[in-house]
C-alpha cells in the first residue's frame, strides 16, 4: 500500500479528511490547504498544540489598529457583546459549513474600518468581495445594530465602541490564524470559549450563497 494522497511514501495515518491513510508528510503539507480537515483529527489537534506553544508573539507591525488601545475594563464591561458576536459567526458557520478562518477575518476587517470610519464622521462602507466573506459581514452587522436599539438588554454601543469589539476580535483572529487556506483554528478557538447549543448545532440546510 502507498499514500493516497502521493502515492508513494508508505501510510502511516488514517485522514478522516481523505477517508483513507495517508503519509506523515503530505498530511503536513495538505492539512487545511487541499483537505477539509475536521476539528477532532487527532492528527490536527496535535499540529495546533505544537503550534501554539511553538507561536511567537505578534509585532507592533502585525497587530490591527495598533495606535488604539482596548482597555480591560471596556472589554470586562462588554464582553456579553464580544460573546454575541461571536455567537453570530458560530451560528453563521453552522449554516455555511465551507466558512474559513480567512473568511471571518476578511469579515471582521472590513466591519471594523466600516465602524471606524463611522467614529469620525464619514461614511464609507466596503463589504468584502468574496459572497461567503460578504454575508457575514452581514450577518455581524445585523447583530450590532439590533445591540445599538437596545432590546437585548445589553449595553448598547455607539460605533467606536463596537469598532473597539471588533479590533478585539481581530487581534485574537491575528494570533489564532495560522495562514493556511483552509483552517478554521480561529472558528474553533469561539467555539471553545462561547459553546454553541447542542440543538442549536445540529446539522443545518446547507445554504448556497448566489
Not at 478562518?101 to 462602507?125: F, K, N
Amino acid at each position: 500500500m502507498s499514500c493516497a494522497i502521493c502515492e508513494k511514501r508508505p501510510p502511516k495515518r488514517y485522514c478522516p479528511a481523505k477517508g483513507e491513510k495517508i503519509c506523515a508528510i503530505c498530511c503536513g503539507r495538505e492539512r487545511e490547504v487541499t483537505m477539509d480537515c475536521p476539528s477532532d483529527c487527532p492528527h490536527l489537534m496535535a499540529a495546533r498544540r505544537y503550534e501554539r506553544e511553538h507561536r511567537k508573539p505578534l509585532t507592533a507591525d502585525e497587530y490591527p489598529y495598533r495606535d488604539i488601545v482596548v482597555r480591560e475594563d471596556f472589554l470586562h464591561e462588554r464582553w456579553p457583546a464580544i460573546a454575541g458576536i461571536a455567537s453570530a459567526v458560530l451560528d453563521f458557520q453552522i449554516r455555511h459549513r465551507d466558512l474559513t478562518d480567512s473568511a471571518v477575518l476578511s469579515a471582521i476587517e472590513a466591519l471594523a474600518e466600516t465602524l471606524r470610519t463611522l467614529g469620525t464622521g464619514i461614511y464609507y462602507e466596503r463589504p468584502p468581495d468574496a459572497p461567503i466573506a460578504r454575508a457575514l459581514y452581514a450577518q455581524i452587522a445585523e447583530f450590532l445594530q439590533e445591540l445599538k436599539k437596545g432590546e437585548s438588554g445589553m449595553p448598547a454601543p455607539k460605533d467606536s465602541g463596537a469598532f473597539l469589539l471588533l479590533d478585539f476580535l481581530l487581534r485574537v483572529a491575528r494570533r489564532e490564524i495560522n495562514g493556511r487556506s483552509r483552517s478554521r483554528a480561529f472558528l474553533d478557538f469561539l467555539r471553545a470559549r462561547f459553546p454553541v447549543p447542542a440543538e442549536a448545532a445540529k446539522e443545518a440546510p446547507r445554504i448556497i450563497i448566489p
